[in-house]
Structures are given as C-alpha cells and as structure tokens.
C-alpha cells in the first residue's frame, strides 16, 4: 500500500517560483514510477511531470517544459515539483501519483488529495 500526501499549495504572483512536496510512505523495498497531475477547474486533469523509479528518466507535459522539474528526495520517500517562472495558467490542483507510466494518467494506481496552486498576474 502506498500513501501520498502533498504539501506547499497556495498562492503565488506570476514569474515567481514555487515548489511543491509529495510525502510518500512506502515499503522500502518497492519501488514505483512517479508523476505530477493538475487539473485547472473545467479542464481535464492533465499529466504535468513523471520520473521514472529505476532510470530517473523525467517526462514533462510541453506547457512546463524548461519551467518545472520533478525530483526525489530522502531517498525517494518526497516526490518534489520545482516550478520556476509561473504563469496564470498553471493555476490549479496539483495532484501526487505512483505507480503508473509517464504521464498517462490512467495508468497511476495512488493518487494523493491534491493541493491548490493560485497564480495571480
């Protein structure tokens, strides 16, 4: 079983930079593919950011690309979400999952509550 709790929602001015946490608890011993969602209100939730859980392979959605950056820390039990030069348009709720593939998201097996992001211009 795996539990995911995001952290670091709120509300950030455009152009600024902002990062969100995703605790991750675990077996030690599993290892699983991880991503960051969002989902914008009246939109679909739409694939943000993987990395891969053996190669480290990291896969963005074309709208972050060169802004955002997925990484793991504490051994990979935090998933993070580096996002740099925000626009209005990343508003949203930022989801956490594991174990899927990429950024499909229909593939992910856990999913975490979600937290609000808010970009104001």
């Known amino acids: 079983q795996v539990q995911l709790v995001e952290s670091g929602g709120g509300s950030v001015q455009a152009g600024r930079s902002w990062r969100l946490s995703c605790e991750v608890s675990k077996s030690p011993s599993l290892r699983y593919n991880m991503a960051w969602f969002r989902q914008s209100p009246g939109k679909k939730r739409e694939g943000v950011a993987a990395?891969?859980?053996?190669?480290?392979?990291?896969y963005y959605a074309d709208s972050v690309k060169d802004r955002f950056t997925i990484f793991t820390e504490n051994a990979g039990n935090t998933l993070v979400l580096q996002m740099d030069n925000l626009k209005s348009e990343d508003t949203a709720v930022y989801y956490c999952?594991?174990?899927?593939?990429?950024?499909?998201?229909?593939?992910?097996?856990?999913w975490g509550q979600g937290t609000q992001v808010t970009v104001s211009s």
């Open positions: 999952a594991a174990g899927g593939s990429g950024l499909a998201e229909t593939t992910y097996t856990y």
């Open positions: 990395i891969h859980a053996l190669s480290r392979t990291t």
